[in-house]
């Protein structure tokens, strides 16, 4: 069965799965094709789109479930959006939370929400702010916007240059760049074998760094997640 033919299935498993516990009453919108385009304008969702590529430009009224190989939206979303692709990238207006895997998650819009992210790559770029929590799992993750709430994950790298309300708890991390322009209110705390790189003109709190254990061979840790554990349960949750 083809990849293509697996996605319209998944597609279909969740719509199917939303009409029968939100009733005959929901309103619910399908796109699916090899290049998806969502004008602008305003939809009632929820939108469920597939396909290779999708653009979203237009407003939701309601939730956003995509899967695809690139995931684009520019519009403004006033519920979630959950992804699935290669690329997740936010230019848009999310007013509820966004929970994506990928390979590359990018974010330059506004999300009032959390963000729950597994992938290779993750930014949230200059211009974007983050109105709740960040729980991220990947290889690098560069955080250039305010974030309002706390910071969670485990990442390999790691690049902090923004302003954080709350605490930043780095489960594990091989390298942490702390920028100039960095303040975080509330605690640092970071699992590494390496002392993080923290400039003298960032604002931090309190700054713990632990070590990691030692862990005897072919024996399961039972502490903290690793980003790809991270990335397989964040994956299932969006496929179910």
């Known amino acids: ?4 033919h697996n996605g319209y299935l998944t597609m279909l498993a969740v719509m199917l799965l939303f009409l029968l516990l939100a009733g005959p009453a929901a309103a619910v ?5 090899d290049m998806v385009s969502v004008p602008n304008g305003t939809i009632k969702g ?16 309601g939730d956003v479930f995509a899967a695809g190989q690139s995931i684009v939206i520019n519009g403004q979303v006033d519920g979630d959006v959950i992804a699935a692709a ?3 990238r936010i230019n848009g207006h999310v007013q509820g939370d966004l929970r994506a895997a990928a390979n590359t998650i990018e974010i330059s819009g506004q999300i009032d929400g959390s963000i729950t992210g597994a992938a290779n790559n993750i930014g ?18 560069e955080l250039f916007a305010p974030i309002e709430g706390q910071v ?15 605490d930043v708890q780095i ?21 590494s074998d390496n002392t993080a790189q923290i400039s003298s003109e960032a604002k931090l709190g309190e700054v713990t ?25 964040i994956t299932t949750g969006v496929l179910i």
Do not use: C
């Open 124 to 141: 949230i770029r200059e211009g974007s702010n983050v109105k709740r929590d960040v729980l991220l799992f990947g290889n690098t993750a």
């Open 209 to 233: 760094r632990l070590t990691p254990r030692v862990r005897p061979d072919n024996k399961a840790s039972k502490e903290g997640i690793s980003w790809f554990a991270g990335l397989l349960w």
């Open 29 to 33: 919108v399908i796109k699916s094709g």
């Open 171 to 191: 489960w594990d991390v091989q390298n942490l760049v702390v920028g100039s322009s960095a303040i975080v209110g509330g605690k640092l705390n970071y699992r």
């Open 152 to 166: 969670m994950g485990a990442v390999n790298q790691m690049h902090l240059n923004s302003s954080i309300n709350g």
């Open 46 to 61: 929820p939108l469920f789109t597939s396909g290779n590529n999708i653009i979203i430009n237009a407003d939701v009224d």
């Open 86 to 88: 290669n690329t997740v």
């Open 1 to 4: 069965m083809s990849k293509k």
